[in-house]
């Protein structure tokens, strides 16, 4: 069927094509295809939509499926819709992406929230760790639970938050054995720039050395960092085998994925192209929740197969967490005021209970 064009989709293909990294086709630059915009009836039947991230998605699941939901997309959208990524930091770090989505420079970004404060401060609730035991958790929680509050929060800075969801735990990762809290003490780890995080690993002992992602395997070789914490793929995407020897399951913090778009971009999308959009958005990230499981197997038993040794996070490291965690919501109902933290931890308690009830864990 012959997708009808409008005015609205006439207007995001100006967009998310003359503003800087917002979009893109082959080698076309943003001046070529805008201008062909106003002249070719090709170009005006055609949005163009790209995603940044900082992230390195070269063969691992999240990769894969991109691809693959790109090819579907275009085929939903009879090929009216053309989406690209960049990643590996390819337009810009975390704090670039976030910065560049909010003023429009970019289209669509993938972001964890720790690098999301600057604009949208109730982000760093998403941050709190020890609160979640398994992803399905979180994942109820936000999709019954707290999802439209977040959406207000991302709206106000003008942002569209199209999706929230967890598929995995960030893990500690050491080049020495930690077997306890005492292990920790001393420990030179290095975690997310964030205060709040820097607050929750130095409440357990560790000296916090807050560094880009990109400098942290030369930082462990030159002997500045001692440990890191990041889900278990991270390990093989940046070739962390042989410069950490131990894995220890703390499971402390889901890994959260979110992808924003400028809100003003998306307003200017025709309501087809919106549904489209996060329709690609929705099935793409269920997929991932569903296959990430599967992929983290393969990978414990590469890291395993390759003699870094893996082990259950101790009772005393469990505790750490959770003193850890109240160190994290005292800083935070400072900062955004105890009314919505508190808000927020009432609606975790409510949909943690909901979720046990209707799966009948005790």
């Known amino acids: 069927m012959k997708r009808t064009k409008s005015k609205s989709r006439l207007l995001c293909l100006g967009l998310c094509l003359v503003l800087t990294g917002c979009g893109t086709a082959g080698e076309v630059s943003p001046a070529e295809t805008s201008s062909a915009a106003e002249t070719s009836e090709t170009a005006e039947e055609t949005v163009y939509l790209s995603v940044a991230t900082s992230g390195n998605w070269e063969n691992i699941i999240r990769g894969e499926l991109f691809e693959e939901y790109t090819e579907k997309l275009s085929a939903w959208s009879d090929g009216e819709i053309v989406m690209k990524i960049y990643y590996d930091g390819e337009l810009g770090t975390d704090l670039e992406l976030i910065a560049g989505v909010q003023e429009g420079t970019l289209c669509i970004v993938n972001l964890v929230p720790t690098y999301q404060t600057s604009a949208v401060p109730e982000a760093a609730l998403l941050d709190i760790p020890g609160l979640f035991e398994t992803t399905e958790e979180f994942n109820y929680f936000i999709d019954n639970y707290y999802m439209d509050s977040l959406q207000e929060y991302y709206q106000a800075a003008g942002i569209r938050l199209l999706t929230c969801s967890a598929f995995s735990f960030r893990q500690l990762t050491s080049n020495q054995e930690v077997t306890s809290l005492t292990d920790l ?25 807050p560094l880009s992602f990109t400098e942290v395997r030369l930082a462990i070789q030159q002997g500045i960092l001692d440990a890191q914490e990041n889900p278990l793929g991270y390990m093989i995407t940046t070739n962390l085998i042989g410069v950490q020897d131990y894995v220890i399951l703390t499971n402390h913090l889901p890994m959260i994925s979110t992808y924003l778009m400028n809100e003003e971009q998306y307003q200017a999308l025709s309501e087809e192209d919106r549904e489209l959009l996060q329709r690609f958005m929705d099935e ?10 599967a992929e983290e197997d393969e990978i414990l038993e590469e890291l395993t197969a390759q003699g870094v040794q893996i082990s259950e996070a101790s009772k005393d490291i469990r505790e750490g967490i959770q003193a850890g965690k109240e160190v994290v919501i005292g800083m935070l109902r400072e900062d955004l005021g105890a009314e919505v933290v508190d808000d927020y931890l009432e609606q975790v308690a409510e949909a943690k209970e909901a979720y046990a009830a209707e799966n009948e864990i005790e």
């Open 185 to 209: 003490k001393g420990l030179k780890l290095r975690t997310m720039e964030s205060e709040y995080q820097i607050a929750f690993w130095q409440s357990m002992g560790a000296t916090v050395i």
């Open 284 to 293: 793409m990230s269920q997929e991932l929740v569903e296959q990430e499981p």
